[in-house]
């Protein structure tokens, strides 16, 4: 157990150490995620920010290491997570793409095709 959690810290440095940025004018949210991204004070369970980092929610905070961009347009990246709770970084696969509605809001989709929701410009 005790290599175990080594080995586990030594990738999470060496993740941190990598980190990938998105272009993004600025953060995207819904009410509570904007809230967020000025106070740093997680006050609703339906948080959702994006920023060109990374995204959080409510018990979630995942920050890029890679991306690639789709033949359609939409982000692909790989981000390394931490969650409320618990100890260990897992790593997900995220996609970002525009919300075909407004030309200043994205989707954001996790691994399995799930919709975490609909972020627009905070200002």
Known sequence: MRRLALTAAAM???VGAA???IDLDG????????NYA?????TSD???????????TYVT????????????GSRVLSATCTHEGETETTVR?????????????Y?????????????????
């Open 46 to 56: 339906d948080l959702l920010l994006l920023t060109p980092r990374g995204v959080s």
């Open 19 to 21: 980190a990938e940025t």
């Open 38 to 42: 000025v106070t740093d004070n997680a």
């Open 12 to 14: 999470t440095i060496a």
């Open 61 to 72: 905070e995942c920050e890029f290491v890679t991306q690639s961009i789709s033949a359609d």
């Open 93 to 105: 696969t995220i996609r970002i793409e525009k919300a075909p509605d407004q030309v200043d809001a």
């Open 107 to 123: 989707l954001i989709f996790d691994e399995d095709g799930t919709m975490w929701g609909k972020v627009g410009q905070c200002s």
């Open 27 to 34: 953060n995207y949210g819904n009410a509570a995620g904007c």
